[in-house]
């Protein structure tokens, strides 16, 4: 046996057992720390699979309840509600988003109504679940127009917090659209509701399942990368959350989330303000396949989590939010 050539500490040794390595562990995950996204679909006691994303479902408003307990029971601190939008009642326009009877505003009717503030309701506000070309903002010669989207985003962004929404989240990424909408719910006397902006947008290749999921894939025309970041670019996630965080944000989004552990780190290093992070549909669904391939296990889930809160995120949208408990344990 060889003596004296190591040095005094060893970093091994408080990885021996499961005790110390708990002991001294950096970051943990709670059921506090997630937001679970929630499809909806019209109709009736139905719960319907998503092809692309397995035991992922979309609900029909009397389902709600299976998932809202569970969320609850769990301790999931906030839903986040996306409507699967029949394609009749799509327009260029997306005038849907407006209608008081859409999907979104029923589900938070519902949740209000039946749980009052036990959870909190998050609603996405932009357009591209109700229009017919499946951009989130009215079209122009192939260009989403900023200033006249912000305009129905405004009034989007009323309707829902009349209907009870706690957090209105723009995913739409207009310029501007942070101060105009909280200028208009101030002067509505919603003062209370919370703005989280998706301040830090890229026009990412991983979407494809949540648009199958909202219904928007097959229709979109072109693609999103004239209003949409462009994933090459670190310097300008600093300049949009300066930006919002000046328009009045009280928190904001990085979507995606594990291809932009960077991004999240530079942000939380950047700004004294909750940065949330978006493990988006498909980064679940290559995990989610490769396990059930058995090409990895489901360990990995937790590892893919655990990267989002080390880089920073101080809360994560996961589709896997509905079985954190289980994962955790």
Wanted: hydrophobic share 40%; proline share 4%.
């Amino acid at each position: 046996m060889i003596i004296g050539k190591y040095p005094n500490l060893r970093l091994r040794r408080s990885r021996k057992n499961d005790w110390s390595r708990r002991l001294i562990q950096e970051n943990s995950l709670s059921p506090s720390d997630f937001i679970l996204p929630i499809f909806l679909i019209d109709g009736k006691n139905t719960k319907q699979s998503i092809k692309t994303m397995p035991e992922v479902y979309r609900y029909t408003i009397d389902k709600l309840g299976i998932i809202i307990d569970k969320a609850i029971k769990n301790k999931i601190p906030l839903v986040s509600l996306f409507p699967y939008t029949k394609n009749k009642i799509k327009n260029n326009l997306g005038t849907e988003a407006l209608n008081e009877d859409n999907l979104v505003c029923k589900a938070i009717r519902y949740i209000k109504k039946r749980y009052k503030n036990q959870i909190g309701i998050m609603c996405d506000v932009a357009l591209d679940p109700y229009t017919s070309h499946g951009h989130d903002g009215l079209l122009k010669s192939g260009y989403v127009i900023n200033d006249e989207t912000i305009e129905v985003l405004i009034n989007q962004s009323l309707l829902q917090a009349e209907m009870g929404c706690d957090v209105l989240a723009p995913s739409d990424m207009m310029d501007g659209r942070i101060g105009r909408i909280r200028k208009a719910l101030d002067k509505q006397n919603y003062q209370m509701v919370q703005i989280l902006s998706y301040a830090v947008k890229y026009a990412s290749n991983f979407y494809g399942p949540f648009r199958d999921a909202v219904g928007s894939r097959g229709l979109l025309k072109g693609n999103k990368k004239n209003y949409q970041m462009d994933f090459r670019n670190t310097n300008e996630a600093i300049r949009e959350v300066a930006l919002d965080i000046k328009e009045g944000a009280d928190m904001v989004m990085v979507k995606p989330g594990m291809p932009y552990l960077d991004i999240i780190k530079t942000v939380k290093d950047n700004f004294k303000i909750p940065v949330l992070a978006y493990q988006v549909s498909g980064e679940y669904s290559i995990i989610s396949n490769s396990i059930k391939n058995k090409i990895i296990n489901e360990n990995a889930v937790l590892e893919s989590l655990i990267a989002l809160k080390r880089a920073g995120a101080n809360a994560i949208v996961s589709y896997y939010a509905d079985r954190i408990d289980k994962l955790i344990k």
